[in-house]
């Protein structure tokens, strides 16, 4: 019964990506939409095979800005975030400081962050970084106060270690929020790239994206498209599933 | 009889705040013998929780006496108290039987006895064949066994108990008294229950202690002399409704 229902569920999750996939083909067939408007799904699966694009290397271009950005992201974030947790004076004195500058736009960034820097993979890994690293100290902090005060209370009365409340009680206690904010910073982090990828810069999916622009390639972009979105897909992926690994289903934020 | 086991004499504490202080218990004074199950009954803001952290050592208290253990057989308050608390408080992430060891882990007592032990303490709270199971598989009566038997892991000689079965509905409540009795009797333990069911505290208590909120002070302390092993019978006698009628008058219900 159980396995019949995620059996059902997956198929009929199928069916509608393909229902979609089937009336991009026959609204571009029957309505005759010029081909730079709109490419039909074949058109898009053919700009594969134009050579010139490297493909391969966009992709992996576009990828190591996404998983580079992300990974230093939960890193860092998560460090400072523990940090925090451990020293209330810093948390008080930087964490003013890191709301504010959360409200620049990261995007509006991007110029400056060339002249700095030059274009290249490194500096929109540096975009991916920046628009992501706020999301999860942001979760992190507050799953290691999510503590309930009576279960310190319990491990107090046995006079443990402020190494061992933490191990043992707040960081497994705070990694359903990590993932919640980690699950954000996923789709964030694509988007970092790409915006810093049209801002500036030699290769990637993005860079490409401009480069066939120009000459109306409109079958490229959106196979670009669709392999941004597969790398954004990816990575979610492998969030969910650490996410799987690491936290009891009960614990788990949706 | 000889020195009792606590001993509780003008206990005073005030909480000290910015809309003034605050009486949170006084003139608490009442012995306890090992063995004992002692409850503390009366209306929220009588201080009985206040008491109960008192006793824990997690409050300071400003008058009185506050003495545990004798000099034959002191006292060490970081492995001789068990706490229950109104919510189960289990670790999600961990399995029963490692929820029931947390005490042990951080006491750093021997895995092997402990693990032994842990299942000696699941059989005998009824949680037989769900050593493996998360909390989210079990009913909120069976958290809160798992949280007794976790509250004896380390063989404390005291338990505090702050309304353990508050938070359970009417019947399991019920049975969970009756289980608690059989606990107590095959443990061997002395129990602080605080509670504010005048019924329950009747049927459980070889002592009632009765506190009276604004301002918080103890009203009574007595022994119950009803008969050993307690039954349901027992709440039907006489003696039951005199020691019941006794408390409603001393917290003005009367």
Same mark, same amino acid.
């Given at each position: 019964m159980g396995g019949n229902d995620t059996l059902n569920r997956y198929s009929l999750a199928v069916i509608s990506h393909l229902l979609l996939v089937l009336a991009w083909y026959l609204f571009v067939e029957l309505g005759h939409v010029p081909k730079f408007v709109l490419p039909s799904p074949m058109a898009t699966v053919q700009a594969l095979a134009v050579p010139n694009y490297r493909w391969v290397e966009n992709i992996f271009a576009t990828g190591a800005e996404i998983f580079g950005g992300y990974i230093l992201a939960v890193v860092i974030g998560v460090g400072i975030a523990l940090l925090f947790s451990w020293f209330r004076i810093l948390e008080m004195l930087t964490m003013p400081l890191l709301v504010s500058l959360n409200m620049i736009p990261k995007v509006a960034l991007g110029p400056l962050i060339i002249v700095w820097f030059r274009y290249g993979i490194g500096p929109n890994m540096g975009m991916a970084f920046a628009i992501c690293f706020f999301p999860i100290v942001l979760t992190t902090v507050r799953g290691l106060r999510e503590t309930e005060p009576e279960l310190l209370d319990l491990v107090r009365t046995l006079k443990s270690s402020r190494w061992q409340i933490f191990t043992k009680i707040q960081l497994p206690g705070a990694l359903p929020y990590i993932f919640s904010g980690m699950k954000v910073a996923a789709i964030l982090a694509v988007a970092g790239a790409i915006v810093g990828e049209f801002l500036g810069s030699d290769r990637g999916l993005g860079y490409l994206m401009l480069q066939v622009q120009v000459t109306l390639d409109t079958a490229a972009m959106f196979m670009a498209v669709i392999l941004i979105t597969l790398l954004g897909t990816l990575l979610y992926g492998v969030v969910l599933g650490l996410e799987r690994l690491l936290v009891v289903r009960d614990a788990r934020i949706r | 009889m000889g020195e009792p086991f606590i001993h509780l004499a003008d206990v005073r504490k005030i909480y000290r705040g910015r809309g003034g202080d605050f009486l949170a218990v006084s003139e608490v004074t009442f012995d306890v013998d090992a063995g004992e199950l002692v409850s503390l009954v009366g209306p929220s803001g009588c201080g009985k929780t206040t008491l109960l952290k008192i006793l824990a050592g997690l409050h300071s208290h400003e008058g009185g006496e506050v003495r545990i253990g004798s000099a034959t057989q002191p006292f060490d308050p970081a492995c001789d108290i068990g706490m229950v608390f109104q919510?189960? %408080?289990? %670790?999600?992430?961990?399995r029963i039987i490692d929820n029931v060891l947390l005490p042990a882990e951080i006491l750093g007592l021997p895995t092997r006895a402990s693990r032994a032990r842990a299942r000696d303490l699941l059989q005998l709270v009824g949680l037989n064949g769900a050593e493996d199971k998360f909390p989210y598989e079990l009913s909120g009566g069976m958290q809160q066994r798992a949280a007794i038997a976790r509250a004896l892991i380390h063989d404390p000689r005291l338990i505090l108990m702050d309304e353990p079965f508050g938070a359970l509905d009417a019947l399991t409540r019920e049975k969970m008294n009756l289980e608690l009795l059989r606990i107590w009797q095959e443990a061997r333990k002395t129990i602080v229950f605080v509670t504010h069911g005048i019924t329950e505290a009747v049927f459980l208590g070889t002592r009632v202690v009765v506190l009276t909120a604004?301002?918080?002070?103890?009203a009574d302390n007595f022994r119950v002399e009803l008969p050993q092993p307690r039954t349901l019978d027992v709440r039907t006698s006489e003696k039951f409704g005199e020691y019941s009628r006794c408390i409603y008058r001393l917290l003005g219900m009367e």
């Open positions: - | 919510q189960p %408080l289990l %670790l999600k992430w961990r604004g301002p918080a002070r103890m």
